[in-house]
């Protein structure tokens, strides 16, 4: 739903001849409709008067209908309400709803230093928010993705119009999607083709909070290994998903392509290399190709090791980024996909055990980064890293045992994954 709100605050409402309201709150929802799951931009906007004190609005806090997010870059500039100059700071919220309803969001409120000017109000309210979100709709067999875009990428380490067969090639595949996290993106399947060997590896998530809202993207690489001479056909790719601007249902494709595989990649050999031998008779050409095979088949495994080890980096980094730009909502999604990159494969319930085994400086780290989520209190993000450190260079521990309570921390990311 799209709208703003506007109060005046200190001062009467605009009659004739009345002089201009001090405050004004002003409230919108981007985009018109909100669906479960879909994000909605929720912007807070404090116009003062050049002359009068500045003042700050509280945030928002999340319930369990609503996740709240802030965006980065509070927005200051000027505008004008009825022929009066204001000066505007605006803040963007990310809402996501976690069911279909009617939610009202209670009324943004004037804090900071505002209290300390004589004849004001201590905490000045304007008018509630209200918030109507609507079911998933209807899409049998394909996720529900509501977002602003989805499209789809891809990459080959090598030319595919010109494989060797028996030579492995990595495509990366790439779904991008603004209005959704990374961690919310599906997993796209392709499946092997006759004369064609596909091993899938792990994922690995991203997700940006910029001004327009949230971006995200999921990477996944395949090290395909073609094993005969020929034209090996891969079907096209696609990934439904809803269009919540134009309200309508939308594909995200790849098209269909043809991989183009010649003779396997060999040492060059006169026109008697036939006859050719050893001294223990043994033919030169064979075993130079034999020789291929050994190295094609090593070059595998350490390109199959390297890839399995990228997510476990990319996800300490991202974390590592995150401390360092001191936001704890980034940092809590940084440490969730820390844990599905050092325990691929674990069910997501396994997310509460996170730092169980710890040593007490982590864990208290954790219990501190929970206050700063959940309490306002004051958060340091190079303290913490330097806490947690010595704790992600290891991969987690798959063993199954009985999962303690859920810790504040993670509540919200085991309630998305029932």
């Known amino acids: 739903m799209r709208g703003v709100l506007c109060a005046a605050l200190l001062l009467p409402s605009l009659a004739a001849g009345a002089p201009p309201a001090t405050y004004l709150i002003e409230t919108e929802f981007e985009p018109p409709r909100a669906y479960v799951g879909s994000e909605v931009t929720l912007r807070l906007r404090l116009l003062r008067l050049p002359e009068a004190p500045y003042g700050v609005l509280r945030p928002p806090q999340s319930t369990d209908e609503l996740e709240i997010t802030t965006l980065p870059m509070a927005r200051p500039y000027r505008t004008e309400r009825r022929g009066t100059l204001y000066e505007v700071r605006e803040r963007a919220y990310l809402v996501v709803p976690r069911r279909a309803g009617r939610f009202t969001l209670p009324a943004p409120e004037v804090i900071g230093p505002l209290r300390n000017v004589p004849g004001t109000a201590p905490a000045t309210r304007a008018a509630p928010r209200v918030l109507e979100v609507h079911p998933p ?84 690489r395949m090290v395909l290994i073609p094993r005969e001479e020929g034209e090996i056909e891969l079907p096209a790719l696609s990934l439904p998903w809803w269009d919540q601007m134009a309200d309508a249902p939308g594909v995200a494709t790849l098209p269909a392509r043809v991989l183009r595989v010649g003779a396997p990649a060999a040492a060059g050999a006169g026109p008697d290399s036939s006859a050719a031998r050893s001294a223990s008779g043994m033919d030169p050409l064979a075993a130079m190709r034999a020789f291929a095979v050994v190295l094609v088949a090593l070059a595998a495994v350490v390109l199959w090791a390297y890839l399995r080890s990228q997510p476990l980096r990319e996800a300490r980094r991202q974390l590592r980024n995150a401390c360092r730009r001191k936001n704890p909502q980034a940092v809590r999604d940084a440490l ?74 993670f509540r919200l990311q085991a309630r998305r994954h029932r």
């Open 137 to 220: 709709r209807d899409m049998p067999g394909a996720p529900w993705l509501p977002a602003r875009r989805v499209w789809l990428e891809e990459s080959w380490s090598a030319d595919p119009g010109a494989l060797a067969a028996g030579v492995p090639v990595v495509r990366t595949l790439v779904v991008r999607a603004e209005g959704l996290s990374g961690n919310r993106l599906p997993r796209i399947e392709m499946a092997a083709q006759p004369g064609l060997s596909v091993h899938h590896d792990a994922t690995s998530f991203r997700s940006e909070y910029l001004e327009a809202g949230v971006a995200g993207r999921r990477i996944q």
């Open 336 to 409: 969730v996909e820390w844990w599905k990159a050092a325990s691929p494969g674990a069910p997501a319930p396994l997310l509460n055990r996170l730092g169980a085994n710890w040593d007490a400086s982590a864990r208290a780290a954790l219990a501190a980064l929970d206050a700063a989520l959940y309490g306002g209190a004051p958060w340091d993000g190079r303290a913490f890293w330097r806490a947690l450190r010595p704790s992600l260079g290891r991969r987690a521990s798959r063993r199954q045992t009985t999962a303690p309570a859920l810790t504040p921390l």
